[in-house]
């Protein structure tokens, strides 16, 4: 219990992130999810508007394997290279956007 309550509060400090560092980040995430976080096709998702901590929590997933089939395996490529900085600003900047 004490070790799930410290990831929860580890990963709701992560997400404190940047907004105007995850914009500048973003350029990857554009082709699939869209220039203001609106997908370009259905098969992926929006992320504008989604909530800070989830968008956090689903990045940091894809990264250590948490998250599998569907797009997953793309996901995975596209996030093997960001830091937790990385991942916490791309998702306040999705956050700040409006659904």
Do not use: W
């Amino acid at each position: 219990m004490i070790v799930l309550l410290s990831m929860l509060i580890s990963e709701v400090a992560l997400a404190a992130g940047n907004p105007q560092a995850g914009e500048e980040k973003s350029a990857a995430c554009r082709a699939c999810h869209g220039a203001n976080g609106k997908a370009t096709a259905a098969v992926y998702p929006d992320l504008a508007g989604q909530k800070e901590g989830y968008l956090l929590q689903a990045l940091l997933a894809y990264k250590n394997g948490g998250r599998s089939g569907g797009q997953a395996e793309v996901m995975k490529a596209f996030v093997a290279g960001l830091s937790d900085e990385d991942m916490a600003n791309l998702a306040a900047y999705y956050a700040s956007l409006k659904p």
